[in-house]
Nanobody, 115 residues
């Protein structure tokens, strides 16, 4: 069974950092592109970043230069290091993998940036 479990969310002040983790299981992790998405209150879910099995990374313009996606294929983990956080980064953050014709999502991790 393909499963994704996020952790590491929390409440931080503007300018601070936070690292999200996503533990994957049930598939050959190293072969798949892993993505992070987020959904702010009252807004649609939006793509944040993704990383291929060979470490090619892409970022949304809104987070480029502040967020870093990484993965550990030996541990079946994907990470999102978020620096210089802003209030507009407040959202539920989701890990996602496209598995065949299906998109598999984690349960989400709440990130709140507020003074």
């Amino acid at each position: 069974q393909v499963q994704l479990v996020e952790s590491g969310g929390g409440l931080v002040q503007p300018g601070e950092s936070l690292r999200l983790s996503c533990a994957a299981s049930g598939f050959t992790f190293s072969s798949f592109v892993m993505s992070w998405y987020r959904q702010a209150p009252g807004k649609e879910r939006e793509w944040v970043a993704d990383i291929t099995g060979s470490d090619i990374k892409n970022y949304a313009d809104s987070v480029k230069g502040r967020f870093t996606i990484s993965r550990d294929n030996a541990k079946n983990m994907v990470y999102l290091q978020m620096n210089r956080l802003k209030p507009e980064d407040t959202a539920v953050y989701y890990c996602r993998v496209r598995y065949g014709l299906d998109y598999i999502w984690g349960q989400g991790a709440q990130v709140t940036v507020s003074s």
